[in-house]
């Protein structure tokens, strides 16, 4: 690979779309204080959604379009058991990714949105759910693709996502104070570590509730409808 011509426009396009993606994405919720105050928490919802949704999207289609350009580095598509590793992957990754879902009126704006501070199901396994969730599913699809944009892709999410470890903490910070000082001593960024250590206790019946019942429906209905996923994007010319 010493003449590059493994990489292809797709792996900056999407370099691009990451970094564009995390600015929008990150720099919106920084800016969640000040937006609330001006045009109301409803308001800065929507505005939040209307900007990063089509980004999401759009990273999502472009991902699926290009996930075998440039370099093949490894194909594992055909040893035993890999299909079942990378679906059982995928499914542990949507159970840390989507807590943050559990609001579903907020997220809607129907109720007003709020910055919740939780030290329950999930959280008490990890204060990062999501950003464990995307390296999950970020080792999972980059073992099963092995191109080099894959690599490209997955590395930019992870790097995004351990930013957002920081930045969310100096956000949760800066809003509860000493409660949160609190919550940060008593969990972990890495998961388990503070059950491990002593400074928490996994609660198995927090998880028995209809949210992750609703993970569950969803991972299950993500597994038939991914197939057209992948055709309907495959026939976009990006």
Known sequence: MTDFTWLTPSHWIMVGLLVGFA???SGLASLRPKGEKLIGARAYRILFALVS???????IIYFI???????????????????????WLSAISFVFLYPATFNLLEIAAIQKPQVHLYETGIV???RHPQMVGQVIWCVAHTL???????LVTSAGL??????????????????????????????????FWAILQGRQTLKLQEFL?????????????????????V????????
């Open 23 to 25: 600015i929008a994405h």
């Open 53 to 59: 949704l089509p980004l999401a999207v759009t990273l």
């Open 65 to 87: 379009i290009h996930r075998y350009d440039g370099a093949q580095l490894w194909n594992l598509q055909g040893v035993t058991g890999m299909p079942a590793l990378v679906w």
């Open 124 to 126: 008490r396994i990890t």
């Open 144 to 150: 099963w693709l092995g191109t080099t944009f894959t």
């Open 158 to 191: 992870i790097a995004h996502h351990l930013f957002a470890v920081w930045h969310g903490d100096r956000r949760w910070g800066a809003r509860y104070g000493e409660a949160f000082a609190a919550v940060k001593a008593r969990t972990s960024v890495i998961p």
């Open 209 to 229: 509730t209809p949210a992750y019942v609703g993970i569950a429906a969803f991972v299950l209905g993500f597994w038939w409808v991914h197939p057209y996923m």
């Open 231 to 238: 055709s309907a994007a495959q026939r976009l010319n990006w």
